[in-house]
């Protein structure tokens, strides 16, 4: 896996948040599944990793107030950011969110970072907003880490 090496990873595909056991929490890929525990096996460098999939944001608060999902695996295996979902999204406004999304934050001329994370964040939920007020549509994406 090259993942270790990558400063952006971005993955489409189903996602399944488990309540009963956290960090079985995981993405569904075409080799299987890839949970919590997966990923924090990895050693990862990437300034940002994206889980455009259903219900990647979700977590549960363990006793003693440890926060346990794909969130704090990605963050321990060394992302320094991760974008993410609280529920079951579109298919079609999420991927209308995450072009917007990279749209704004990259450059397509020269292929450089022209804004931070969190103003692309903002500018591609504010758009979808206007285009679908339902927060169902514009409101499951989370950013957490560093946003800069």
């Known amino acids: 896996m090259y993942a270790s090496t990558a400063n952006y990873i971005h993955l489409s595909c189903h996602g399944r948040f488990n309540p009963t056991k956290p960090l079985n929490s995981a993405v569904h890929l075409s080799g299987g599944s890839f949970t919590a525990l997966d990923w924090m096996r990895l050693q990862l460098h990437a300034n940002l990793v994206t889980l455009s999939a259903c219900q990647t944001g979700l977590r549960e608060v363990s006793p003693g107030d440890e926060i346990v999902g794909l969130i704090r695996a990605l963050l321990y295996a060394g992302a320094s950011s991760t974008l993410l979902t609280l529920w079951s999204v579109s298919a079609t406004t999420t991927l209308e969110w995450m072009l917007d999304f990279y749209g704004h934050m990259w450059d397509g001329a020269t292929a450089g970072k ?12 504010l758009t979808l907003r206007e285009k679908h007020p339902d927060p169902y549509y514009w409101a499951p994406f989370i950013l957490a880490g560093d946003w800069r």
């Open 114 to 125: 022209k804004q931070s994370e969190a103003y692309a964040f903002q500018q591609a939920t």
